[in-house]
C-alpha cells in the first residue's frame, strides 16, 4: 500500500519566493496534519483538516502561511513571501480519524530560504 | 511551554540490554499517548500506543507503561537490537491518536552499541 506521499523531497529557494509544499494523504484516511520540524521547536503541528475541512490552524505561525485541501486525496502547505527562518522540515501525516487509529507521516520536505 | 518533554537528548545501550526511554508531560488533559521512531531522511513511524485508563501496554519487544499521578511515561525496549537505533518521539493528544493534532517531545536519540 502506497503511504503519505510528498513532494518536493528538498527545496532550495531564495528569500522572498513563493514555496509550495504538496501532500497526497494514504487511501481512505480523512484526516490530515502539517507538521514542521526544526532544531529549537521540534515537530510541531501547523493544520490540520478532517474530511478536507480545517479544524484547527492555530500551529500556523504567520499569514505567510497558508494550507488548502481541495480534495480527500490532495492538500497544500504555501509559504508566501518565504523567509530564512521558515527553513526546516515539513511533514504531512494521514489518519482515518479514529481516536484508536495512529497518524502516518509521509517522509517529509527539506525546506531551505536562502 | 513544553507540555511534553523528553529530557535525554541521546541515550547508549548496549545491544541485548533493556533500553528505557522516559517522556513527562504537564498537560492534564492529554489522555492518548503515542510513540514514534524515526530514521534519518525519514517520516516517524508509529510504534505502539497508551491510552489513559490503561497503565501498560506491551507489543512484543517493545512496552510502554503510563504513571498519570506522576505525567509520565516510558518506552521499555528489550532486548535492544542494532535496528533499533533511531530516534523516539513522545506524542501526546486530548482526543486520541489519530482523531487530534499531536504535541511532540522533541525526542531521544538512541544508539544501541554491538
Known amino acids: 500500500d502506497a503511504g503519505v506521499i510528498q513532494s518536493p523531497r528538498h527545496e532550495v529557494t531564495e528569500m522572498g519566493q513563493e514555496v509550495t509544499l504538496r501532500c497526497k494523504p494514504i487511501s481512505g484516511h480523512n484526516s490530515l496534519f502539517w507538521y514542521r520540524q526544526t532544531m529549537m521547536r521540534g515537530l510541531e503541528l501547523l493544520i490540520y483538516?478532517?474530511?478536507?475541512?480545517?479544524?484547527?490552524d492555530s500551529g500556523m505561525p504567520e499569514d505567510r502561511f497558508s494550507a488548502k485541501m481541495p480534495n480527500a486525496s490532495f492538500s497544500t502547505l504555501k509559504i508566501q513571501p518565504s523567509e530564512p527562518r521558515d527553513s526546516a522540515v515539513y511533514f504531512c501525516a494521514s489518519s482515518s480519524g479514529s481516536r484508536v487509529q495512529p497518524q502516518h507521516f509521509g517522509d517529509g520536505t527539506r525546506l531551505s530560504i536562502l | 511551554d513544553q507540555q511534553v518533554k523528553q529530557n535525554s537528548p541521546s541515550l547508549s545501550v548496549q545491544e541485548g540490554r533493556i533500553s528505557i526511554l522516559n517522556c513527562d508531560y504537564t498537560n492534564s488533559m492529554f489522555d492518548y499517548f503515542l510513540w514514534y521512531k524515526k530514521y534519518p531522511a525519514e517520516g516517524p513511524t508509529f510504534l505502539i500506543s497508551?491510552?489513559?485508563?490503561?497503565d501498560k501496554n506491551e507489543d512484543g519487544r517493545f512496552t510502554v507503561f503510563l504513571n498519570k499521578s506522576a505525567k509520565h511515561l516510558s518506552l521499555h525496549i528489550v532486548p535492544s537490537q542494532p535496528g533499533d537505533s533511531a530516534v523516539y518521539f513522545c506524542?501526546?493528544?486530548?482526543?486520541?491518536?489519530?482523531?487530534?493534532?499531536?504535541?511532540f517531545g522533541k525526542g531521544t536519540h538512541l544508539i544501541i552499541q554491538p
Open positions: 497508551i491510552s489513559s485508563i490503561k
Open positions: 506524542a501526546a493528544s486530548k482526543i486520541g491518536g489519530g482523531a487530534d493534532g499531536l504535541t
Open positions: 483538516f478532517n474530511n478536507n475541512v480545517p479544524i484547527d
